[in-house]
C-alpha cells in the first residue's frame, strides 16, 4: 500500500515451502516429505500431554528450568547454558536477531537450509553463500567468503537436503580461523541419528565463538509441539534470553519434550531402526540405478539422470500416494529428498521407484 512499506529486504524474502502433505482425491498417503519420526512420539511424551491438559489455563515458566535441567542431564551439559525457544528455527532466529542486521553478512552453504538466507534477510543482513564440494559443506570455501562483515556462519551437521556431514575436526578448523566478531553455529537438528555425536557440544565448551541448535522436531516426534534448544557459551546465551518472549513455551510443549528427552529407550529404539532403513533404502534405490551419497541423518537424497526425471518421479510417486520432496530450491533439481519411513513405507518406496525407472527405461 502507498506509504506503508516494510523494511528493505523483506520483500525478497522467498516465503519457505514445506513438505506436501496430502494429494488431492487420494486419503492414506505415506508423508516422506518431512523428515518426521514414522513411530511418531514416544509414548511418554504423549502421556506428558495428556497430563499437561490440566493446567493449560496456567502460564508456563518463563525460564523453562525444567526442561533445561532434563536436557543437561541427559546431555551432560550445563543447564544455565541452554535456551529454548519454539522450535529450533527460533533459535537461529534469536541469533539473526541478536548478532546480524543492516551491513552484516551471513554465510550458509549451497544446499543449506533455507531458513538461514530467510532470517538473515529478515533482519536486514545480507546473506552469503558459499560452494560446498560434491554436496558436501567446504571450510576453505566458508573461510574465503569471511570478512570484517562476517557476523554468522550457519552449518547444518548432518546437512539437509543431503544428509551428509563433516568430522570434527574440520568443524574446529572453522571454529579456529573465523574472524574474531563472526559466531559458529552448528545445526544440529539430525545429530540424534549420529551414533555418538554430540551435536558439537564439545566444541561450544571448549570456545567462545560456537553456538550449537538442537530440536525435538526430528528424532523425538514432536514436530507439531515446536520445541528446539540451543547451548552457547554464557555471554551468548544472556544475550539471546534478553529477546526471548517469556512464555514462548506452552505447558504442553515443555513437558512433552521432557518426557520425551528423558525417554532414552525410545530415542536408542528410533535410531536403531533409522539407521537400519536407511541402509536398507539406500542399497534399494542403488540397486534400480538410483544413487544417493551416504547419509547420516533421516533421510537420503536420491539422485536422478535429470531435472525432468527427478520431476517425474516424484509426480509417479505422487499418483501413488506417496510424498517425498522435491528440493529445486536447494539447487538440486535432479535430486528427491525421501524421509527413512517404517519398513513398510520403505519398501513401497523403493518398490514405486523400481517401476518408475523400469517404465522410464
Ligand atoms: C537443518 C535444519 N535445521 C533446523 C530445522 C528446524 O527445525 P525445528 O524448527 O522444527 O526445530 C530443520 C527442519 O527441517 C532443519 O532441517
Redesign the pocket.
Known amino acids: 500500500m502507498a506509504g506503508i512499506e516494510p523494511r528493505p529486504g523483506i520483500m525478497d524474502i522467498a516465503l519457505y515451502v514445506g513438505g506436501k502433505s496430502s494429494v488431492d482425491g487420494l486419503s492414506n498417503v505415506i508423508k516422506l516429505s518431512s523428515?518426521e519420526n514414522p513411530f511418531g512420539p514416544s509414548p511418554a511424551a504423549q502421556d506428558a500431554v495428556r497430563r499437561a491438559v490440566h493446567d493449560i489455563h496456567r502460564y508456563p515458566s518463563t525460564d523453562h528450568a525444567e526442561l533445561r535441567a532434563a536436557i543437561a542431564d541427559v546431555h551432560n551439559l550445563d543447564a544455565d547454558r541452554i535456551i529454548c525457544g519454539v522450535?529450533?528455527?527460533e533459535v537461529?532466529q534469536f541469533l539473526a536477531q541478536a548478532y546480524a542486521g543492516p551491513g552484516d553478512e551471513v554465510i550458509h552453504t549451497e544446499h543449506g537450509?533455507a531458513?538461514y538466507a530467510i532470517l538473515a534477510r529478515a533482519v536486514g543482513a545480507t546473506p552469503v553463500e558459499v560452494p560446498e564440494r560434491e554436496r558436501v559443506v567446504c571450510v576453505d570455501s566458508i573461510l574465503a567468503a569471511c570478512n570484517e562483515r562476517t557476523r554468522l556462519v550457519f552449518i547444518?551437521n548432518p546437512n539437509?537436503p543431503t544428509g551428509t556431514m563433516i568430522s570434527f575436526a574440520e568443524i574446529e578448523r572453522l571454529a579456529e580461523n573465523l574472524p574474531p566478531q563472526a559466531i559458529l553455529v552448528l545445526?544440529g537438528?539430525?545429530a540424534e541419528y549420529v551414533e555418538g555425536y554430540d551435536g558439537g557440544a564439545r566444541l561450544v565448551e571448549a570456545r567462545q565463538n560456537v553456538v550449537m541448535t538442537r530440536?525435538f522436531?526430528k528424532l523425538y516426534g514432536l514436530?507439531g509441539m515446536?520445541v528446539?534448544w540451543g547451548y552457547g557459551p554464557q555471554h551468548m546465551i544472556d544475550v539471546l534470553n534478553r529477546i526471548r518472549q517469556p512464555f514462548n513455551l506452552s505447558n504442553v510443549a515443555l513437558k512433552a519434550a521432557e518426557a520425551a528427552i528423558r525417554d532414552t529407550m525410545y530415542v536408542e529404539k528410533s535410531r536403531e531402526e533409522n539407521t537400519r532403513w536407511r541402509a536398507w533404502l539406500a542399497e534399494a534405490l542403488a540397486e534400480h540405478g538410483v544413487p544417493s551419497d551416504a547419509s547420516t541423518a533421516n533421510f537420503v537424497l536420491a539422485r536422478f539422470g535429470s531435472p525432468d526425471e527427478a520431476a517425474a518421479c516424484d509426480s509417479f510417486l505422487q499418483s501413488q500416494g506417496i510424498l517425498v520432496r522435491r528440493v529445486t530450491g536447494y539447487k538440486l533439481p535432479a535430486a528427491l529428498r525421501i524421509t527413512v519411513g517404517d519398513e513398510a513405507s520403505c519398501r513401497r518406496v523403493a518398490h514405486c521407484i523400481g517401476l518408475f525407472k523400469a517404465g522410464a527405461r
Open positions: 523428515n522450535g529450533s528455527d537461529l537450509f531458513m547444518a539437509n545445526d537438528a539430525y530440536t522436531s514436530g515446536r528446539g
